[in-house]
Each structure stands twice: as structure tokens, then as C-alpha cells.
């Protein structure tokens, strides 16, 4: 995949109507549902999971410039959920995973010693999370808004549509990027009228490469 280089203000980028993204290149993905059984040690209940990976398809858009990357998703949702009603329900959701070491795998959200970092989104709420993990049931989750990280979401003739986005560099221990460079990044979307939250998701596999233009 790859983030074109664009003269536009980040202030343009982050909403996901702007003229830009109608121009940008886009891909869709196929979405599967997340392979529980190997969780059943962190998991044994999630481990039984079969009925989740509702949503199969996302599209993807990337554009950088220069100082920022910014991601537009976009899935279908013709019964979005964005608030929680009662503690069996769950809003959507969606992440953009990154490898913060060489070797890290997308599926198990990183291992030990080869972390993942994430950039997530939940329905009901301008603002986004970073994650970091190394592997199942490892995840730490802060507040994006101190690393730049920031999201913004519409909901229109049935589907989702997400921007994130993040400064290039937000320091140590989280995903960099340069113009010209390159690295990987996976997806994961949560469906909340399906009731999946955690590794109740769907995902495009294992890491793509990502190639940020000069």
C-alpha cells in the first residue's frame, strides 16, 4: 500500500468528506474473522468464538504531507453502534496496526520481545487510542491526543468512513515513518450490533507492505 505525498493541510486531511480523498487512491480489503483458537491459553471462552467477523470488506486511502499520515477507512454499517446501551453491547471500532519490530506478526497482535503499535478508533468519540502489544492479552492502551494521534468519523448512506491520523515521528516505542521509507500495516474492524469486542474482530491478516512517498 502506499501513502501519496499531498500538499494539504492536516487540518483538510483529518475530515473524511475533504476533496482530497475523493481524489486519493483507494483499496479494498478482505476482512476474515480472527483465528480465536489461538488465544485459548489467554482465553479459553474467546477461543470459542465462531460468530464474529461481520464486517469483510474495508477500504483504505492513504496520504501523507510530509509531517503527518493520515488514513481514510471505510466499511459498511447499515446499523451503526456509537453508545453503550447496557454492558452486553459494544460500539464499532476500528484499528490500523503497524510492526514495531522486525518479525512482528499482525495476527497475534506482536509477541514477546517483537511488539505491534495500533491506532484505534470507537464509535461515539472524536478521538483516537494508541496500543501498544506484545501479543494476546498484552495490549496498553493510552490516550492519543499526546502523541498527535487524532480521529475523526462520518457515518453516511450506510457505512463508516474514519480518518486517522498521527504525526510522522511521535517518539520512541511508537511507529515512525519517513518520506520515501517503508514498513507494514494490518487492519481490524469491530462490528457492535454483532456484539464483538477485543479479539472478537475482523482483520486483514497478516502485515502489507506500506511505502510512503518522497
Known sequence: ??????????????????????????????????PLALVREVSPLLARSTDHG???ALS???????????????????????SLVDLDRFVDGVAAIFPLAEGASAVTMGSPGRPANAWYWKAGADAAWDVVAEGYGSSR???GAALGL??????????????????LDAGAGHVRFTPGGSGGIAFAVWSGVNRERSGRKSFSGEFLPLELGR
Open 141 to 143: 492502551r493510552s490516550a
Open 1 to 34: 500500500m502506499k501513502a501519496a505525498r499531498v500538499k494539504v493541510a492536516i487540518a483538510v486531511l483529518a475530515d473524511p468528506a475533504a476533496r482530497p480523498w475523493a481524489r486519493a487512491a483507494s483499496e479494498t480489503l478482505r476482512m476474515v474473522p480472527t
Open 54 to 56: 461481520q464486517v469483510t
Open 60 to 82: 483504505v486511502a492513504l496520504l501523507h504531507n510530509g509531517e503527518e499520515l493520515a488514513l481514510r477507512l471505510s466499511w459498511a454499517a447499515p446499523k451503526p453502534v456509537d
Open 150 to 167: 487524532g480521529a475523526r468519523a462520518l457515518h453516511d448512506d450506510g457505512h463508516w468512513q474514519v480518518v486517522l491520523h498521527r504525526p
